[in-house]
T-cell receptor, first 113, second 111 residues
């Protein structure tokens, strides 16, 4: 068990481009969460999955954002037509028995130029 | 609206002193209150958590005090060390819903 892995660690993209991030949770965890964190702020909830089912999406998640968790294993978060306001740290977390035991990855830092 | 309000935004404590960070919440349905610690370039890591059936929980130098009637909970770090310098987040959730986080407190412990 190597914890929650996120890839890439850093991504710089031009405005209008699409980006995709990947999260590999702890293998026995059935829940997977995506959060966004901007400088000086706490993590803000985006969406979460239980196994392969996406159970909730935040109002923060505009229709440019989409997340998947095929087969209940890894997850991807895609942002289409990126905007400068999308620049943030995107954090993934997983857990087995919510709410206990959230384990966060180190995040993907997105910079939109 | 912000569901969990955290204070102060930043805190400077002398080595060996006590660091105290406070959180207030509005939703009385919240039933799980964790504190997370985050170092630069890393994701938050669970430090300690409490449920409303107890008023205090202690793990090593870290203590959570919980006041259900005031809808407040706080983190106390005893004998603060330079290695405790980090950003601390309180959070809350009800049932199986995702955690909501405070805005964070940047702690600096100086020698």
């Amino acid at each position: 068990d190597t914890g929650v892995s996120q890839d890439p660690r850093h991504k710089i993209t031009k405005r209008g481009q699409n980006v995709t991030f990947r999260c590999d949770p702890i293998s026995e965890h059935n829940r997977l969460y995506w959060y966004r964190q901007t400088l000086g702020q706490g993590p803000e909830f985006l969406t979460y999955f239980q196994n392969e089912a996406q159970l909730e999406k935040s109002r923060l998640l505009s229709d440019r954002f989409s997340a998947e968790r095929p087969k209940g294993s890894f997850s991807t978060l895609e942002i289409q037509r990126t905007e400068q306001g999308d620049s943030a740290m995107y954090l993934c977390a997983s857990s087995y028995m919510p709410p206990d035991g959230y384990t966060f990855g180190s995040g993907t830092r997105l910079t939109v130029v | 609206q912000q569901q969990v309000k955290q204070s102060p935004q930043s805190l400077i404590v002398q080595k060996g002193g006590i660091s105290i960070i406070n959180c207030a919440y509005e939703n009385t349905a919240f039933d799980y209150f964790p504190w997370y610690q985050q170092f630069p370039g890393k994701g938050p890591a669970l430090l300690i958590a409490i449920r409303p059936d107890v008023s205090e929980k202690k793990e090593g130098r870290f203590t959570i005090s919980f006041n259900k009637s005031a809808k407040q909970f706080s983190l106390h770090i005893m004998d603060s060390q330079p290695g405790d310098s980090a950003t601390y987040f309180c959070a809350a959730s009800k049932g199986n819903t995702p955690l909501v986080f405070g805005k964070g407190t940047r702690l600096s412990v100086i020698a």
